[in-house]
């Protein structure tokens, strides 16, 4: 593979501009305003407060992963040979793509906390339903991880899996993303500008550059062997 330099040019101009638009203050308000429609709800709307608690339990972040990893599972039960040992290459480079972003967020010279301690008369869901366990407050909510996770894996179905694939991953990864919003314990932004930019400028560097091919051919004769190992090549 050759280097789309249109396509790198492009992510890297896109992600940077919901940095630093973010940077420079333009979303604020639109924070504010998701922050305090959800806030309000969680007294307003009988029952949402405990909905909110219950998905963000640390339970419901595991389902959401094994649900994801579904989808990669189903595909590559659909292929065979090393088609799917380049599924399984896949995932490593998933993993260890999310590894290095989560890092260089910490890395990022930016300390925000959640709305939920900024705002001190905020409505916390630990308070309103503390029978369940579940996050609303962050001391460094930028970026989120748990949004780098959900981003990640949009970022490689839209390389990688089939388009039709996305009309049910888009809205789901979306949907998923939603709760620590919902509770406050993650601004809007902190996925919007902070994990989706992350995302795509590791998507630039794999999929408009060689990198990803030479990634994958490095580690596919391992990866094929250990599928042949546990009787899984197909």
């Given at each position: 593979?050759?280097?789309?330099?249109?396509?790198?040019?492009?992510?890297?101009?896109?992600?940077?501009?919901?940095?630093?638009?973010?940077?420079?203050?333009?979303?604020?308000?639109?924070?504010?305003?998701?922050?305090?429609?959800?806030?309000?709800?969680?007294?307003?709307?009988?029952?949402?407060?405990?909905?909110?608690?219950?998905?963000?339990?640390?339970?419901?972040?595991?389902?959401?992963?094994?649900?994801?990893?579904?989808?990669?599972?189903?595909?590559?039960?659909?292929?065979?040979?090393?088609e799917?040992?380049?599924?399984?290459?896949?995932?490593?480079?998933?993993?260890?793509?999310?590894?290095?972003?989560?890092?260089?967020?910490?890395?990022?010279?930016?300390?925000?906390?959640?709305?939920?301690?900024?705002?001190?008369?905020?409505?916390?869901?630990?308070?309103l339903?503390?029978?369940?366990?579940?996050?609303?407050?962050?001391?460094?909510?930028?970026?989120?991880?748990?949004?780098?996770?959900?981003?990640?894996?949009?970022?490689?179905?839209?390389?990688?899996?089939?388009?039709?694939?996305?009309?049910?991953?888009?809205?789901?990864?979306?949907?998923?993303?939603?709760?620590?919003?919902?509770?406050?314990a993650?601004?809007?932004?902190?996925?919007?500008?902070?994990?989706?930019?992350?995302?795509?400028?590791?998507?630039?560097?794999?999929?408009?550059t060689?990198?990803a091919?030479?990634?994958?051919?490095?580690?596919?004769?391992?990866?094929?062997?250990?599928?042949?190992?546990?009787?899984?090549?197909?």
């Amino acid at each position: 593979m050759r280097w789309d330099l249109k396509g790198w040019t492009a992510l890297h101009a896109l992600a940077l501009l919901l940095f630093f638009s973010w940077l420079f203050g333009y979303w604020q308000e639109l924070d504010e305003a998701v922050f305090w429609w959800f806030n309000g709800h969680l007294v307003t709307v009988p029952g949402f407060a405990d909905l909110v608690a219950f998905v963000n339990q640390r339970w419901i972040d595991g389902a959401a992963a094994l649900l994801m990893a579904g989808f990669v599972f189903r595909h590559a039960w659909m292929v065979t040979g090393r088609e799917r040992a380049k599924i399984g290459c896949l995932l490593l480079l998933m993993a260890g793509c999310f590894s290095l972003q989560v890092a260089a967020g910490k890395t990022l010279p930016i300390e925000r906390a959640s709305p939920t301690i900024v705002y001190e008369q905020a409505e916390r869901v630990s308070q309103l339903v503390p029978h369940i366990k579940a996050k609303d407050a962050s001391g460094d909510s930028f970026p989120s991880d748990h949004g780098i996770g959900f981003a990640t894996f949009l970022l490689f179905a839209c390389y990688r899996f089939p388009r039709r694939y996305l009309y049910a991953l888009v809205p789901l990864v979306l949907a998923l993303a939603m709760p620590r919003v919902m509770s406050g314990a993650h601004w809007f932004t902190d996925f919007i500008c902070g994990s989706i930019p992350l995302a795509m400028i590791t998507g630039a560097w794999l999929f408009h550059t060689p990198l990803a091919y030479r990634l994958t051919e490095a580690m596919i004769t391992p990866v094929e062997k250990l599928l042949s190992r546990w009787r899984l090549q197909g």
